[in-house]
């Protein structure tokens, strides 16, 4: 079974420099029930149909599937919410690849960084650019910014 295990953390924008693998991409949600969704995503020339479940900490069940892109383009159109636009960096750190969200649209100004885990207690070093974590803020997973953007927060 795949198992996701993975921290998230505010960024300090003053400290954090652009760099790495740039990815665009948008991704809609096409159920949400608790903590399991169903969510496609477009990133850059793929896409992808994923479902995420059973969260228990920071580990939850997650399959994902490559779809056509033309497939993703009309699943978009059935979704939930709104669709979630971000700027994707991918950079290592400490032998460590952290994934760095630059949200847009409704979400623009919130920049979050991530790291997937093999477990919930493997050690790694933190980047000063990384200030707070906000793990398990369930106001920062990605199916609630389509329904409550952060635009909407203050």
């Not at 790495?20 to 029930?33: T, V």
């Not at 903590?35 to 990133?43: A, G, M, N």
């Not at 969260?55 to 993703?72: K, M, Q």
């Amino acid at each position: 079974m795949a198992k996701e295990i993975e921290r998230k953390y505010l960024i300090d924008i003053e400290k954090w420099e652009k760099g790495g693998i740039e990815l665009k991409m948008k991704q809609a949600y096409l159920m949400i029930e608790g903590d399991k969704v169903v969510r496609v995503r477009i990133s850059n020339d793929k896409a992808f149909l994923t479902i995420k479940g059973n969260l228990s900490g920071i580990t939850r069940d997650e399959f994902e599937y490559e779809i056509p892109v033309e497939d993703a383009n009309q699943l978009m159109k059935m979704s939930i919410g709104n669709v979630v636009s971000k700027t994707r960096y991918l950079q290592k750190y400490a032998g460590k690849l952290w994934e760095i969200d630059v949200f847009e649209g409704d979400n623009f100004g919130l920049i979050v960084a991530e790291i997937e885990l093999e477990n919930e207690t493997e050690s790694f070093d933190i980047p000063i650019w990384a200030k707070e974590e906000v793990s398990t803020d369930s106001r920062y997973y990605n199916f609630n910014l389509s329904r409550n953007p952060f635009s909407n927060w203050q």
